[in-house]
């Protein structure tokens, strides 16, 4: 039985068990044993599909979600000073604990309005260089940088090509590398393709554990290698691209726990578990020297390629 259809079961178990009034009644209590059973068999034996579906659902919490919940008196920033502001991109600046920071987030949106408003999450060149242009800014402030990845990937739109899509995700893979700042990246949903990696250039690179990292989606591999759009549940497992797929790799440095049922389950304790890391790790990087922080950043990027290619 996969999630799905693990949902629909228990969804059915809940709307019979709101139907009875005696709450301490023997079938009550045992409704209540089969929905924990059944949600612990499925969430306990997640398949590499199964992840890529949490990863996307529409109530899994929004990079601004977050914001809210970890950053104090957060100021949201717009515009690349080009074109015109994008709004799958959050920018701003905020303190952390008493520290000032820049968030760069990438955000979908709750329902369909919002995530029209927002391009699904999918970035244009102009969100690119905005969030350049804030990074920028946090170098020259000394303010850490946060970054929350959570796209499908870059706006593939003819328009996006045209205003450089390209040189503006190699612009910021560039740039990232080289800033004098501390940087950290978190996958709260998806990250795909060169739209994630744009902002994953950083001294820490973490995922949530219901989240996923790749070069492409499922459905755009197994359209490549098979031209068969419906085996992209096959394509997820061969892609290697969970959470803990990646931490073996050696190419994420830490995986965020989620509660049992994912991250919609109770936000505010996934929000603690990632300002434990970013609060812990934080004062590790900041106390480096900016020459080894640098080193070390290119050295953990660079070997990503290595990795993958081993044999």
Not at 17 to 24: F, G, P
Not at 188 to 197: D, P, Q
Request: aromatic fraction near 8%.
């Amino acid at each position: 039985m996969n999630i799905k259809e693990s949902e629909v079961l228990i969804k059915n178990l809940e709307a019979e068990k709101a139907n009875i009034e005696d709450t301490a009644s023997a079938y009550y209590m045992e409704l209540n044993k089969q929905i924990r059973r059944i949600k612990k068999e499925a969430f306990n034996n997640l398949t590499a599909w199964d992840k890529v579906y949490l990863a996307r659902r529409s109530d899994r919490p929004k990079a601004q979600d977050y914001i809210e919940l970890l950053f104090d008196n957060f100021y949201e920033l717009h515009g690349d000073r080009g074109v015109r502001d994008d709004k799958s991109l959050i920018g701003g600046i905020c303190y952390f604990e008493g520290t000032a920071v820049t968030v760069l987030a990438q955000s979908k949106g709750k329902d369909m309005q919002s995530n029209i408003d927002r391009n699904f999450g999918m970035m244009n060149p102009e969100g690119y260089r905005k969030a350049l242009r804030l990074a920028k800014q946090a170098e020259k402030f000394n303010r850490p940088i946060i970054n929350i990845v959570d796209t499908p990937g870059a706006f593939p739109g003819k328009e996006a090509e045209e205003r450089g899509q390209a040189e503006a995700i190699a612009q910021c893979l560039f740039t990232f590398s080289n800033l004098k700042v501390p940087i950290i990246s978190i996958v709260i949903g998806e990250g795909g393709s060169g739209g994630a990696l744009a902002l994953s250039v950083a001294d820490r690179l973490v995922m949530l554990e219901n989240s996923i990292y790749s070069i492409l989606s499922p459905e755009g591999f197994a359209s490549i290698l098979w031209k068969d759009e419906t085996r992209a549940k096959e394509a997820a497992e061969i892609m290697k691209l969970t959470a803990k797929d990646l931490l073996e790799k050696n190419i994420i440095d830490e995986i965020i726990k989620e509660p049992l049922g994912g991250a919609q389950e109770c936000i505010e304790l996934v929000a603690e578990n990632i300002r434990s890391y970013i609060s812990q790790e934080l004062t590790v990087i900041k106390e480096k020297k900016i020459k080894d922080l640098l080193e070390e950043r290119y050295n953990k990027t660079r070997k990503v390629g290595s990795i993958l290619y081993e044999k």
